[in-house]
């Protein structure tokens, strides 16, 4: 019998982890990158799809092209993070599907002709993976402060021009400094939001 | 210095949990559907909108009335699983705002006559949702089979009318049974999804 895991996790993963503002100097190597990419990839998606592509902005350079498409206060904190990824989706992502989906060979005919449902996929999908990506940080100790307020036009033409894939949302990532929280936010009780038939 | 969680942890949650095919008899309580909200209610969405409104169907005239309205093999998985649950979003959710992201007063206009915005968004946010509650469960040492398989409008009109709710995906519930599961199928490595600038 599978029992739960300990209040420690439980605490990590969820109850005690937070939004940060800020990180502090530890730097972040690119083998945790490629950890955070091996834990994530698992995660469910329909027809396996995975229509997540991530761009690690871990230079300067880099993370000043992002930040200058960055509105208000996210460019400052895009710049001062050790890195910033953008999470993005292939609108084209059903190409993989013979590969990924391979016990139902004509799944890729699910989304032949049918753009809306496409978009739509990929958007419920790469955000899917998206909190995956979040979550895979926290098993590893690290932080994330998700952020939706860019310029997505500019952000897919500096980034993904020509190409099919299309920002879905970026995020800063690093070891976060717990001295800048803010108080947590609220949340909805259960029964405000939950029906049980 | 924060530490990564363990490799039993780590496999729990991503490298060896699996979309499972079917469920043991072991019951999911009322206590444990708590559990699981109270779990993914922490998870991040943007300006804290959380849009995820959840429908359990835990009773056999419940879950008639879903699997009536779903595709294929869907039906049935419905039918066996101990719990399914519709994961919806609540176009509205900017009401909510005020209270919670107090801190920010005026976040609630940035939503203002934005009606298309506030679609990608609540798509956008629940997605983050449905992934922290497939997280939450496999915490607990549960596991869901997330469907997208469905008659969209019907389930809207049947378990949302009247209501600026609108489903996103639908999932099963339970302790998963790993005598029925398929090979897992493969994922992309890291360097054909993943840039490093």
Same mark, same amino acid.
Request: glycine share 6%.
């Given at each position: 019998?599978?029992?739960?895991?300990?209040?420690?996790?439980?605490? %990590?993963?969820?109850?005690?982890?937070?939004?940060?503002?800020?990180?502090?100097? %530890?730097?972040?190597?690119?083998?945790?990158? %490629?950890?955070?990419?091996?834990?994530?990839?698992?995660?469910?998606?329909?027809?396996?799809? =995975?229509?997540? %592509? $991530?761009?690690? =902005?871990?230079?300067?350079?880099?993370?000043?092209?992002?930040?200058?498409?960055?509105?208000?206060?996210?460019?400052?904190?895009?710049?001062?993070?050790?890195?910033?990824?953008?999470?993005?989706?292939?609108?084209?992502?059903?190409?993989? $599907?013979?590969?990924?989906?391979?016990?139902?060979?004509?799944?890729?005919?699910?989304?032949?002709?049918?753009?809306?449902?496409?978009?739509?996929?990929? *958007?419920?999908?790469?955000?899917?993976?998206?909190?995956?990506?979040?979550?895979?940080?926290? *098993?590893?100790?690290?932080? =994330?402060?998700?952020?939706?307020?860019?310029?997505?036009?500019? $952000?897919?033409?500096?980034?993904?021009?020509?190409?099919?894939?299309?920002?879905?949302? $970026?995020?800063?990532?690093?070891?976060?400094?717990?001295?800048?929280?803010?108080?947590?936010?609220?949340?909805?009780?259960?029964?405000?939001?939950?029906?049980?038939?």
């Amino acid at each position: 019998m599978t029992l739960p895991l300990s209040d420690e996790v439980l605490d %990590r993963v969820f109850r005690r982890a937070r939004t940060v503002n800020s990180y502090t100097d %530890r730097p972040v190597s690119p083998q945790v990158l %490629r950890e955070i990419y091996d834990l994530l990839k698992w995660g469910p998606t329909s027809t396996n799809q =995975c229509p997540l %592509r $991530i761009v690690w =902005c871990v230079s300067e350079p880099a993370k000043a092209r992002l930040a200058a498409l960055c509105a208000g206060g996210n460019a400052e904190k895009v710049l001062r993070a050790p890195v910033s990824a953008v999470l993005a989706m292939d609108l084209a992502f059903y190409r993989h $599907i013979p590969r990924l989906f391979p016990h139902v060979p004509d799944a890729q005919s699910w989304y032949s002709g049918q753009d809306e449902m496409i978009k739509e996929s990929a *958007l419920r999908n790469s955000s899917l993976q998206g909190a995956y990506f979040i979550i895979a940080a926290r *098993l590893l100790g690290l932080d =994330c402060n998700p952020m939706s307020g860019f310029d997505e036009g500019k $952000i897919n033409d500096t980034f993904f021009a020509d190409t099919p894939t299309r920002v879905n949302f $970026i995020t800063t990532l690093g070891y976060g400094d717990p001295a800048t929280l803010y108080p947590g936010a609220p949340r909805f009780d259960f029964e405000e939001v939950n029906t049980l038939l």
